[in-house]
C-alpha cells in the first residue's frame, strides 16, 4: 500500500471516531467524507468493468457497502438539542464502520502480500476480468457506504427539525 493509501484509509476510519463525541449536524460532517471518498474515487476509480462477471462482484460489494452505510447511519445517535441536531455514533455504528474500512484494508494488504494469486484464482474461477474490477467495486462500496451512511443521518435530522415538536412551535399563538 502506499502512502496516499494508508493515509485516505486511515483518514476514512478517523471519521467516525470523530463522531463518538457528540457534535453538531452540518456541512463538515458530510463534506470531510465526501470529500476524503470523491479524493479516492478521482484516483483509483478509472473505469467500471462491465465484462464478465465483474458487475456481479461490483454490485455485491456496492450492496455490502449500502447495508454497512445504513446500519452505520441507523445505529449513530441523532437527537435535537434546540435549534440544532446533534450526532454521536453508537458503539455499533463505528464497528460498522472499522469492517467495511479495514475489510478494504485487510484485502490491500493481502493482495499486496502473497494472496494475489489467491484473488487471480478466484477471479479467473468467477469470470471477472480484471483487477481494475475488484478496484471498482471495493472504491464504490466506499463510496457507496459513506454516502448511504450520511443519507441516512441527513434523513433523520430533517425528520427531527420538520417533526411535529418543530410543527408545534411554528403554530399561531403557541410558545416556543
Do not use: C
Not at 72 to 77: K, S
Not at 124 to 130: G, K, M, Q
Not at 165 to 174: D, E, I, L, N, Q
Request: proline residues 2%; positive net charge.
Amino acid at each position: 500500500m502506499t502512502t496516499t493509501e494508508w493515509i485516505t484509509d486511515i483518514a476514512l476510519l478517523l471519521v467516525v471516531f470523530r463522531q463518538l463525541r457528540e457534535d453538531r449536524l452540518d456541512l463538515k460532517t458530510f463534506l470531510i467524507p465526501l470529500g476524503i471518498v470523491a479524493f479516492v474515487a478521482h484516483s483509483y476509480l478509472h473505469s467500471v468493468p462491465t465484462g464478465g462477471n465483474d458487475l456481479v462482484l461490483i454490485g455485491t460489494l456496492v450492496g455490502v457497502g449500502a447495508a454497512l452505510g445504513i446500519a452505520g447511519g441507523v445505529y449513530t445517535r441523532v437527537r435535537r438539542a434546540g435549534e440544532h441536531v446533534l450526532i454521536k455514533a453508537g458503539a455499533v455504528s463505528a464497528i460498522l464502520w472499522v469492517l467495511g474500512m479495514g475489510a478494504r484494508m485487510g484485502f490491500q494488504l493481502w493482495t499486496g502480500h502473497g494472496g494475489a494469486d489467491d484473488v487471480a484464482r478466484f477471479s479467473l474461477a468467477h469470470d471477472i476480468t480484471s483487477t481494475q474490477a475488484w478496484v471498482a467495486a471495493f472504491v464504490l462500496m466506499a463510496l457507496t457506504e459513506v454516502v448511504t451512511r450520511l443519507a441516512t443521518i441527513f434523513v433523520r435530522g430533517r425528520m427531527l427539525t420538520t417533526g411535529p415538536a418543530t410543527a408545534a412551535t411554528h403554530r399561531v399563538g403557541a410558545r416556543p
